[in-house]
């Protein structure tokens, strides 16, 4: 009855040792993996920004036709006049009425031009212009108007191409320098094939009241084109471990430490048992108890009394 109640005792004790026991791998192999693991869509920015040439500048030049879209960040501080036969102001004018990317005018154009890709890019997210840039003499109180235009090309054919016009009543709203102005094309779900390059064209239509000054390629003044890429974690290459494969598991993964070494034919003396006594180990004599001399003598004491 003993022996019962004390299993009885232990038993709530084992079953709770051992559902904290599950409980535990329950949080280390299926729980905490959620909060450890990176993020699988990790986002990275891709910029491409509005360089003059020479690259980085470093000196003021005339206007020139075609620009470059270039990967490297604006290091100059210094922003110089980039078209020194039309003004003496640093930066870049593009004069209004103009028309589209067919625009003859250089005037009233400005287009800027990227590297051939070596392979397909995709775009799948959201494709914007980021500008710096001011009414002329910095005029407050007036329309501005830029028509952008975007498209990938090899040159001789388009693989795509969107178009986007920013209008403000008030472009510089009370400031009396650059503004920074975001053009969006939207969500953009296209292709960049190898060969291709991408290519920017920048016009002043009428609907603006003046001329328009435009800054870029200097620390101060990053105007750029970027998108969000999220194909650099969320389709690993070959050669990449992906970042979700889980690093735990149930059973730990034995070490060189934790290897048992096979038993060799000569144990070494630390193994060695401690020897059991044989039948022939002499035994200890031990005194008699009083209670089995009781036993012994008592009915040979009684037995010798009723003889008598």
Same mark, same amino acid.
């Given at each position: 009855m003993y022996v019962k109640c004390n299993f009885h005792a232990i038993r709530p004790k084992s079953a709770d040792r051992f559902r904290w026991t599950l409980l535990f791998l329950l949080l280390t192999t299926?729980? =905490?993996?959620?909060?450890? &693991? $990176? *993020?699988?869509?990790?986002?990275?920015?891709?910029?491409?920004? =509005?360089?003059?040439?020479? &690259? $980085? *500048?470093?000196?003021?030049?005339?206007a020139q036709a075609m620009l470059t879209l270039g990967v490297t960040v604006p290091s100059v501080g210094t922003l110089y006049n980039y078209d020194a036969d039309r003004d003496s102001m640093p930066g870049l004018l593009i004069a209004k009425d103009?028309?589209?990317?067919?625009?003859?005018?250089n005037t009233k154009v400005q287009r800027w031009q990227s590297a051939a890709f070596a392979q397909q890019t995709m775009i799948n997210s959201a494709l914007r212009l980021e500008l710096w840039t001011s009414m002329v003499n910095f005029d407050a109180f007036k329309t501005g108007s830029i028509r952008a235009y975007v498209e990938a090309t090899n040159g001789t054919n388009s693989m795509w191409s969107f178009s986007q016009t920013l209008a403000e009543s008030n472009w510089q709203n009370g400031s009396a320098t650059w503004v920074k102005k975001t053009i969006n094309f939207g969500i953009i779900n296209q292709p960049i094939p190898a060969g291709y390059r991408l290519k920017i064209t920048l016009v002043v239509p009428d609907s603006s009241e003046d001329d328009m000054w435009f800054a870029y390629d200097t620390t101060a003044y990053p105007s750029r084109l970027y998108w969000t890429d999220f194909s650099a974690t969320s389709t690993p290459t070959p050669t990449e471990t992906p970042t979700f494969t889980p690093t735990w598991t149930v059973t730990p993964t034995p070490t060189a430490t934790d290897t048992p070494v096979p038993p060799t034919s000569t144990p070494t003396p630390t193994f060695t048992p401690r020897p059991t006594p044989t039948a022939t180990s002499t035994a200890t004599p031990t005194r008699p108890s009083i209670e089995g001399m009781e036993r012994f003598y008592l009915p040979q004491i009684a037995g010798a009394g009723s003889k008598r």
């Open positions: 299926l729980i =905490l993996p959620i909060f450890s &693991s $990176p *993020p699988l869509n990790a986002a990275t920015t891709v910029s491409f920004y =509005l360089q003059n040439v020479p &690259s $980085p *500048p470093t000196t003021h030049t005339n103009g028309s589209d990317t067919n625009e003859l005018d």
